[in-house]
């Protein structure tokens, strides 16, 4: 049972639902986390920069281990270390935010390979395209529930009951990572080098035709998605407190929904969206608001509908989208 291609796509699934969770945990918490933890909310740039550094270094290196320790283990590493570097946000403030985001991108790097490694000696040549889609919706899950859950864990815990409720998440999950060694251990070689197969993805790069530029393309785009994510909450909440953005609804949907006050946004890695959820500062000012919802609607040719943003520090009757 857990060693059919079902079970280990959900498991995957939510291994990097999960990673990705704990990667969005500061740049949704920055707001109120970052000066706690003695540091400018701006900087929360570095912070991702810190994580993703560390996944690129771990995902370049990891085939060895996966080799070695199978790829249940690694899974189960990846998630142990995304909870010691929440751990560490809390006991060691500033300091264990450094060393966790390198942890988290540790875990985050080592995710993907793993899941790979898994699903593609599962997975049936002609449903191999479908199931790896499938396993990549964990990013925007991941992402979502980062958007839909911190903010109310935090408004009811504190920033630190937030992050301390992941951690326990992963810890847990890590744990239940355990069922699945045995089912996916078949390739494991308890003797293989950790180093083995370091450079396979640049020699990838320079002999197959079209691989660099699909590559470069890829870090283009990520490049963007994350330098757009770890900003988006900080700029909606520190620097446009006092603006009020109206809707801009387009002609084929009316507006549907209000935001209440004291909500704020958290920016979601989904096409075009922001997931909104109650946010409370700790200023005395009402909270201010921030959603976007620009979804497609199918048809012949690209349709959206939705407004573009709205922001009210204490919307009027009548704003929303």
């Given at each position: 049972m857990l060693g059919g291609l079902?079970?280990?796509l959900a498991a995957t699934?939510?291994?990097?639902?999960?990673?990705?969770?704990?990667v969005f945990l500061l740049p949704v918490l920055a707001p109120i986390a970052a000066r706690d933890l003695g540091?400018?909310?701006?900087?929360?740039g570095w912070q991702v920069a810190c994580v993703y550094l560390a996944a690129s270094v771990t995902s370049m290196l990891s085939a060895g281990a996966l080799r070695r320790f199978g790829s249940a283990r690694c899974t189960q590493l990846a998630l142990a270390a995304a909870g010691l570097a929440c751990l560490g946000?809390?006991?060691?403030?500033?300091?264990g935010a450094v060393l966790g985001s390198f942890l988290i991108g540790f875990g985050y790097g080592l995710t993907n390979p793993a899941a790979t490694e898994?699903?593609?000696r599962l997975a049936p040549p002609r449903r191999r395209n479908m199931v790896f889609a499938v396993k990549q919706t964990g990013v925007p899950i991941g992402g979502a529930l980062a958007g839909l859950l911190l903010p109310s864990l935090a408004a009811g815990l504190g920033w630190r009951g937030a992050v301390?409720?992941?951690a326990l998440l992963l810890l847990l999950a890590?744990?239940?990572?355990g069922a699945f060694h045995r089912p996916w251990a078949a390739e494991r070689d308890p003797a293989a080098r950790l180093g083995a197969g370091a450079g396979g993805g640049w020699r990838a790069l320079r002999d197959q035709p079209g691989m660099a530029g699909l590559a470069a393309i890829s870090a283009l785009y990520s490049g963007f998605q994350l330098a757009l994510g770890a900003y988006t909450v900080t700029m909606l909440v520190e620097e446009s407190a006092g603006a009020r953005w109206r809707p801009a609804p387009s002609r084929r949907s009316p507006r549907r929904w209000a935001p209440r006050p004291g909500w704020a946004g958290a920016w979601s890695p989904m096409p075009g969206a922001t997931v909104c959820g109650p946010w409370r500062r700790s200023a005395p000012s009402p909270s201010p608001v921030a959603c976007c919802c620009r979804w497609p609607w199918p048809g012949p040719r690209p349709r959206w509908s939705g407004c573009s943003a709205c922001w009210a520090a204490?919307?009027?009757a009548g704003t929303g989208c």
């Open positions: 079902g079970a280990a699934t939510a291994a990097q639902a999960l990673a990705t969770l704990t540091a400018a909310p701006h900087w929360i946000v809390l006991a060691a403030g500033l300091a898994v699903l593609a301390l409720a992941v890590a744990l239940g990572f204490a919307p009027p």
